[in-house]
């Protein structure tokens, strides 16, 4: 294979496995675009309008409340930000601890084992590695055992091996859970849903602590590691 045309070019999503440079590279890619998808939010970035509003509305249930108003027509695609950053930080997590986060093929008897497992507990790099590595397939090295698809949303939250790869707080879990139930509502619109956990007069508090301390830290931290100080997050505020 050395010396052929292509043999030292990666598939680009596979070479997120190849080495720790790599991996923490696309490790601070996800939580960025995390961190972009909060902040493009209403919710987030107009934080304070809203709350001004809502204490407004409390003393006169006429007042004008433009901001609300808005979040209000946009409410799905709030939702639909904030499910899609979480989706794209708790992938972030697993590959920081070398989890394959694409789906393995079910379909190629070489690793079929492997993709039942996947089904109920997160696999290793390595696990994948044992079995098979790199093919150079004519144009570039791939791994053929992986998929275009990442793990779904609803794997991650809600099988118990997974939870504890991602070490979540049960609250905090029931949040990100709220909010990935909330997102599928702009496929199925209408569908009440049960949110008791996102309405609590706490709620920004522990997201922005949650950004903060998993995203912005962690994403800051590795930045310097790798000596990419330009791509460091500031904090949010409330």
Do not use: W
Request: hydrophobic share 35%; charged share 30%; net charge neutral.
């Amino acid at each position: 294979m050395n010396g052929l045309a292509g043999s030292d070019v990666f598939q680009y999503s596979h070479l997120v496995y190849k080495d720790d440079l790599n991996r923490n590279g696309v490790v601070i890619s996800l939580n960025r675009e995390a961190y972009f998808a909060f902040q493009d939010t209403i919710l987030l970035s107009q934080y304070h309008e809203l709350k001004m509003e809502s204490q407004r509305r409390q003393e006169d249930i006429f007042a004008l409340c433009p901001t609300i108003r808005k979040r209000s027509q946009y409410i799905n695609i709030e939702n639909l930000k904030m499910g899609i950053g979480f989706e794209l930080h708790l992938k972030a997590r697993l590959l920081k601890s070398n989890y394959i986060i694409h789906n393995i093929n079910s379909h190629d008897i070489t690793f079929k084992g492997l993709s039942k497992e996947q089904k109920r507990r997160p696999i290793l790099k390595d696990e994948y590695f044992n079995i098979d590595g790199y093919r150079f397939n004519g144009q570039r090295n791939v791994l053929v055992g992986l998929m275009e698809q990442s793990i779904n949303f609803d794997l991650l939250l809600n099988k118990e091996e997974y939870n504890r790869c991602l070490n979540l707080t049960d609250d905090m879990r029931s949040i990100i859970d709220g909010y990935r139930k909330l997102r599928n509502r702009i496929h199925l619109p209408g569908d009440v849903i049960d949110m008791k956990n996102l309405n609590r007069d706490n709620l920004m508090e522990i997201l922005v602590e949650f950004i903060n301390k998993e995203i912005v830290q962690t994403t800051n931290s590795l930045a310097s590691e790798c000596g990419l100080e330009k791509v460091r997050l500031k904090e949010l505020i409330i």
